[in-house]
């Protein structure tokens, strides 16, 4: 896509679509583990990300950080696999807008012994005129994605700061 280019309303309504849909078909053929993305996604230069959950109190601009969000999906997809094999996306609901979109989805999966776990997970974006995204916001129920990730990754959040979700992501993927 052409970053200089303003969309109208409806073409960047479509490409909202696209992209909510995009992240849930790529997580639903379980490609992200394998460094499969969405394709959609762009970001703009100053594109900023935050989640109580995943980094506290932190707004990370996206270009600062040390890993790229393709690369955190695809370790954080692999890490969840291990424990469960066919996590995946199992409801998807989106609202695509003329700033963005919110996204809500049910994940779930089971271990190799047979037990189901989930979460919800919402995600707010909002992008430009050019249709970039400028801020990805994600949200997660401690309830449910607690004992999730303690299963998954034998901790869990709510996280502080930038690396301590990836530390334990990078710790689950060495152990196995």
């Known amino acids: 896509m ?35 993305g969405y394709e959609s996604w762009k970001f703009a230069d100053d594109a900023l990300y935050s989640s109580p959950y995943f980094i506290g109190e932190e707004v990370l601009t996206l270009r600062e950080t040390s890993i790229q969000w393709a690369e955190s999906a695809a370790m954080e997809a692999k890490a969840y696999s ?9 409801e998807f609901k989106c609202w695509p807008a003329d700033n963005g979109f919110v996204m809500r989805t049910r994940w779930e999966g089971h271990t190799k012994e047979g037990v189901k776990m989930g979460f919800y997970s919402i995600g707010f974006v909002d992008t430009n005129d050019e249709g970039l995204i400028t801020r990805w916001e994600t949200f997660v129920n401690d309830d449910e994605y607690g004992p999730f ?12 700061g930038k690396d301590q979700y990836h530390e334990a992501l990078t710790k689950a993927l060495a152990a196995a």
């Open 2 to 36: 052409d970053s200089a280019k303003k969309l109208t309303i409806e073409e960047r309504i479509e490409l909202h679509r696209r992209m909510a849909e995009g992240y849930r078909d790529a997580y639903a053929a379980q490609g992200v583990s394998d460094g499969g």
């Open 149 to 160: 990730l303690e299963v998954a990754l034998g901790v869990r959040g709510p996280f502080k």
């Open 82 to 90: 291990l424990k469960f094999p066919d996590w995946k996306p199992k």
